[in-house]
């Protein structure tokens, strides 16, 4: 039974818990009778401290609660860094540009340089209309 200063610790709702699930296990087993039951569960759950649980169960053979700490996790947490957009060796996706418009010019100049080809045989006239149509397909 603790003394002292451990056994003037304040409990919380765990122990208090922890408390009503061994008396409820004492009177599954007869060890207690149903108004003994009552009693010690409206002490428990107005108990402030360990030596006021711990009363509970003095003429009590084990379970008794346990108000041994719990061990903190061992696990290693590692910062989650936020990128730095100045810093940041990803490059940011730029904005796809709407390339309709071109596909348009295209196909009306590939149409339009197919009919005076047929018509006039001279495609060489053509050429430049060619290497714009080659260089705007490039800068896309």
């Not at 200063?5 to 087993?29: D, F, K, Y």
């Not at 810093?87 to 390339?99: F, V, Y």
């Not at 018509?119 to 397909?137: H, M, N, R, S, Y």
């Amino acid at each position: 039974m603790g003394t002292g200063r451990e056994a003037n610790i304040r409990v919380g709702t765990s122990e208090r818990e922890q408390a009503l699930a061994a008396l409820a296990e004492h009177l599954s087993g007869g060890r207690l009778d149903i108004a003994e039951y009552e009693q010690r569960v409206a002490m428990a759950t107005a108990a402030r401290t360990r030596a006021d649980l711990r009363e509970l169960f003095d003429d009590l053979p084990d379970p008794h609660p346990d108000f041994e700490p719990t061990r903190p996790n061992n696990h290693v947490v590692a910062p989650v860094r936020e990128r730095d957009d100045d810093n940041s060796l990803w490059e940011k996706p730029t904005a796809r540009r709407n390339n309709r418009g071109l596909f348009v010019f295209l196909g009306v100049a590939a149409v339009s340089t197919v009919a005076v080809v047929a018509i006039t045989a001279t495609w060489w006239a053509l050429a430049p209309l060619a290497v714009v149509a080659l260089v705007l397909i490039m800068t896309s």
